[in-house]
């Protein structure tokens, strides 16, 4: 099961910032939370990710708390193309010690004129 | 920008027929995986793959499929004898390394449909 709690849905209005955020209470030390967003039913697209540190690219920025049980995905200037489901990812290790991704429900963002 | 490509990009296929689905990974990555989404569903792990191993697989990832990477650049996802309830969308991803810091990066799909 995902180890994520985000809302179901959001609203944004076109050229402000949206905020979107994650609980993650039962992170680990060695556990990087992740951000994909998907399209209709395209590929999952990866956004951005972090360990402890927050995070910005050229997509977003990525605020994690100081214990590390919450985060937030802020896009500064949102846009129509922005809608989709944004999903926040721990990453966990497999019993292979190899790393994959479990989604979860993810956040419907809707960005509006 | 470097990307993961897939053949099909959609699919039709008469129940109990073979299916074989194709990926390119992105050209210096190690890690391969595929992942399905049904329709309205999350997205599923099914495989990873590593230096030609199966390294991890999910109650999923039963005996009708196998993956393979039968030259330097394929990545393939096959299912032997396909259901109803195979009908999805199918990611192949890549990432460079293994470890949970190394992103993982997915293609657009293959959309199969079993009538």
């Known amino acids: 099961d995902a180890k994520t709690t985000q809302p179901p849905s959001m609203d944004c209005a076109e050229g402000r910032a949206a905020n979107l955020p994650c609980n993650h209470s039962?992170?680990?030390?060695?556990?990087?939370v992740y951000w994909y967003r998907q399209i209709h039913s395209q590929g999952p697209q990866y956004i951005i990710h972090g360990l402890k540190n927050n995070e910005t690219n050229e997509m977003a920025s990525l605020i994690i708390t100081e214990d590390r049980k919450s985060s937030t995905l802020i896009l500064p200037h949102a846009t129509l193309r922005d809608t989709a489901v944004y999903y926040c990812i721990v990453r966990v290790a497999m019993n292979s010690g190899y790393s994959t991704l479990t989604f979860g429900k993810g956040t419907m963002l809707l960005v509006s004129p | 920008e470097p990307e993961v490509t897939q053949t099909p990009s959609h699919q039709v296929t008469q129940m109990g027929q073979e299916v074989i689905l194709r990926c390119v990974p992105i050209s210096n990555h190690l890690y391969f995986y595929w992942y399905r989404q049904i329709l309205g569903q999350k997205v599923e792990f099914l495989v990873s793959f590593y230096n030609n191993e199966i390294s991890e697989k999910s109650e999923i990832f039963d005996d009708q499929f196998s993956v393979e990477r039968p030259d330097g650049s394929n990545f393939t996802l096959k299912i032997r004898s396909t259901k109803l309830e195979d009908s999805a969308m199918y990611f192949c991803?890549?990432?460079?390394?293994?470890?949970?810091?190394?992103?993982?990066?997915f293609g657009e799909g293959s959309w199969l449909t079993v009538v």
């Open positions: 991803a890549s990432s460079r390394q293994g470890a949970a810091g190394n992103t993982i990066y």
């Open positions: 039962t992170i680990s030390g060695n556990e990087y």
